[in-house]
């Protein structure tokens, strides 16, 4: 069980220019990470990033979440989430509705 503030997960990896769909945006780069490659999007997260350190936001049991909104420019595999139905792509672009 994650407690709120704890640390989730410290990102791992050398960061390049190459987005890929498993890559995480931080500063500019992207990191492979394989522990971060499995962890999915939410519009309510029960984490956040703080630099390199993914923190959970409250306590959890079970799998942790992030919003790719918040660390993305741009999604290298744009997808319609399954929480708001809009679509994905990139926090440039968060306010397009997906379509149907």
């Known amino acids: 069980m994650a407690k709120a503030r704890s640390l989730v997960h410290k990102l791992t990896g050398i960061g390049t220019n190459v ?3 498993t ?3 931080r500063f500019g780069l992207h990191y492979e990470d ?6 999915n999007h939410s ?3 029960n984490c956040e990033w703080d630099g390199m350190h993914l923190i959970a936001l409250v306590d959890f049991d079970g799998e942790p979440t992030f919003n790719y909104l918040k660390t993305e420019s741009d999604i290298s595999h744009p997808f ?21």
Do not use: F, H, Y
């Not at 394989?34 to 962890?39: A, C, E, F, L, N």
């Open 19 to 21: 987005r890929t769909r």
């Open 23 to 25: 890559s995480i945006e």
């Open 34 to 39: 394989p522990i971060v490659s499995m962890i």
């Open 43 to 45: 519009c309510q997260p």
């Open 80 to 100: 319609d989430c399954w929480c708001c139905g809009r679509r994905i792509d990139g926090n440039t672009n968060k306010n397009t509705t997906a379509s149907t």
